[in-house]
Structure formats: C-alpha cells, structure tokens
C-alpha cells in the first residue's frame, strides 16, 4: 500500500516561514519525481514545485522562485518543502504527490497525499 503523509502546515503571518514535509511508504522512493501542488479555496490545483527521482533537477511556480525549496532525504524516504517569506495567497492545501517523473502535470502523478493547510495571514 503506498501512503504519502504531509505535515507541517499552519498559520503564519506574512513574511514567515514554514517547512512541509511528506513521508512517503509503499514505493521505491528513491526512482519516484515528487511534486508539491496547492489548492484555494473556490480555486483548481495548482503546480508548486517538482524534483526529479536523482534530486538534480527542480521546477518551481515563477511565483514561488526564490522563496520556495523542494529537496529529498532518502534515508528518510521524505521530500520538504521549505518555504519562506510567505504571502497571503500562498494561502491553500498543499498536497505532494509521486509518480514516475517529475512534472508539473498533476495528470502524471500516480499517487497523492491528503493535503496540510497553510494560512498566511497579512
């Protein structure tokens, strides 16, 4: 059975930082391209960030560059995502996600996660 586990969302004020983290079983961590996606509220997914199974190739929402960072442990079989100087429209469920390669597609992603609120307030 393949589990994808997030946490480490919250509530923020703007301009703080918060560290997501999904644990991830069931798979062969280290072949897989992980992705992070968010969703608003009255609004569709939206691409995050990606790393590709080696963790030498990264992808990030322009909005997000520069404050965002995805990265893998794979003794821990774990991908973060750290994201620093927050925005109240950073605000949504984030979920991460694992398929055979790293996209910004959420069509290609096999498996997901349940999501982990983040609230950034002004």
């Known amino acids: 059975q393949v589990t994808l586990v997030e946490s480490g969302g919250g509530l923020v004020q703007a301009g703080g930082s918060l560290r997501l983290s999904c644990a991830t079983s069931?798979?062969?961590?280290?072949?897989?391209?992980m992705g992070w996606f968010r969703q608003a509220p009255g609004k569709g997914r939206e691409f995050v960030a990606a790393i590709s199974w080696s963790g030498g190739s990264t992808y990030y929402l322009d909005s997000v560059k520069g404050r965002f960072t995805i990265s893998r442990d794979y003794a821990k079989n774990t991908v973060y995502l750290q994201m620093n100087s927050l925005k109240p429209e950073d605000t949504a469920v984030y979920y991460c996600?694992?398929?055979?390669?790293?996209?910004?597609?959420?069509?290609?992603?096999?498996?997901w996660g349940q999501g982990t609120q983040v609230t950034v307030s002004s």
């Open positions: 996600a694992a398929g055979s390669i790293a996209t910004t597609w959420a069509r290609q992603y096999d498996y």
């Open positions: 069931g798979r062969t961590f280290s072949r897989d391209g």
